[in-house]
Structure formats: C-alpha cells, structure tokens
C-alpha cells in the first residue's frame, strides 16, 4: 500500500510541475512577447523587463540567428522620429565618435545610451566601425570632438538633452536628443533599431 501511495504522490507533483509550466509559459508569451513588423520584415521581440528587451533576427547570407539586447523594445520606440538615412551616412566611416557636453550635468545614463550605439555601430556582425568616446570640450584624457569636425570618414554621434525626444541628422552629425536622460537612452536604442533596419 505504501509503494502505491508513493507513486500518487509522485504522480501528483509531476503533474503540478507540469501545470505550473504551462501556466508560466502560457503567461510569458502572452505578455512580454510579440512580433514586430515593419512592412518588409517581421522579428519577434521578447520583453524580459522594464531595462532589458531581446530580438531575434538574422544576420548574413546563412541568416544565422542572433538575439539582440536592448533596454527597450520597438513598439515602446514608435513615438521617436528618425530624420534621414543614417546608415547610408555611417557605411563607409573609418571611425565613429560618440560625444556629449562634459558641462550638461548629465549622469551615467548618458553612458548607457552611448553603450547602447556603440553595441551596433562596433558589432562585428553589423557594421564593424570601431566607436571611440570624445567630448565637445576639455575633460580628463578625453579627444575633444565637435560636429563640425565631422566628415566623410569620421561621423559624430551627439548625445544630449532636449525639449523632443528625437534623432536626426545635421550634415555629418547624427544628433540624439532625449526630453529627459531616459528618454536619451530610448531615442538611443531608436537609432540602433533603425540602424539594423528593424525599425524605419
């Protein structure tokens, strides 16, 4: 009697373990997970959290898979306008600076949004430009940078604060403005989502 009571009891955990699963995953896809379309493709994104979002898409002539991490996701982006054809722009740099206003007050999540860029514009698998960091004025052992310095081999990337939330581009400047410093790091994963072509 006490071997089948054995066997119920581990009949009856496997089956909550089973159930619980199927809810869990049930609840995940139905929540942070979705498909992005925009016209030509379309790529599923996975929401983990409030900072971190993957998309899967393919890289090269095997379309290999490769899951990419931002912090947000594209539907969250969709309020972000993008001015001109930045990868046209970038395509043929030798180098790409990314620069702020060491004198704006902005913290360390000017940092994220920069590392945000920087993780497509240096992949290897996308457009393998190396990224240095630079400033518009004196600050520390860092090159002094402007978006007047910007030409056909060396794009600058501007990071800064202001009163929209958008990018563009200002002949060889590409400018990424946030209304606020979360809202920088938003308008920077925009850019790198336009950049692979997922969003326009």
């Known amino acids: 009697m006490a071997k089948d009571n054995s066997a119920l009891i581990i009949g009856i955990i496997a089956a909550l373990i089973v159930l619980g699963t199927v809810i869990y995953f049930s609840d995940f896809n139905s ?23 993957q998309i899967r898409i393919t890289i090269g002539d ?13 539907l969250s982006l969709e309020d972000i306008s993008v001015t001109g054809n930045i990868a046209q722009r970038i395509i043929n740099d030798q180098e790409i600076y990314i620069v702020i206003n060491p004198n704006a007050g902005l913290s360390s999540k ?66 990424v403005e946030g209304a606020d410093e979360d809202d920088l790091i938003r308008a920077a994963d925009r850019l790198s989502l336009h950049l692979l072509g997922i969003m326009s």
């Open 31 to 53: 929540t942070n997970v979705y498909q992005y379309s925009n016209g030509d493709s379309i790529f599923d994104v996975n929401v983990l959290n409030e900072v971190e979002t």
């Open 110 to 175: 000017a940092t994220i949004a920069a590392l945000e860029i920087d993780k497509i514009i240096d992949n290897q698998f996308f457009y393998n430009i190396p990224v240095s960091s630079a400033m518009t004025e004196e600050y520390g052992e860092y090159p002094i940078v402007t978006c007047d310095m910007a030409n056909d081999e060396y794009s600058v990337i501007y990071l800064g604060v202001a009163d929209e939330t958008a990018v563009y581009v200002d002949d060889y400047c590409i400018i």
């Open 62 to 74: 095997s379309e290999e898979a490769y899951i990419l991490n931002l912090r947000n996701d594209p």
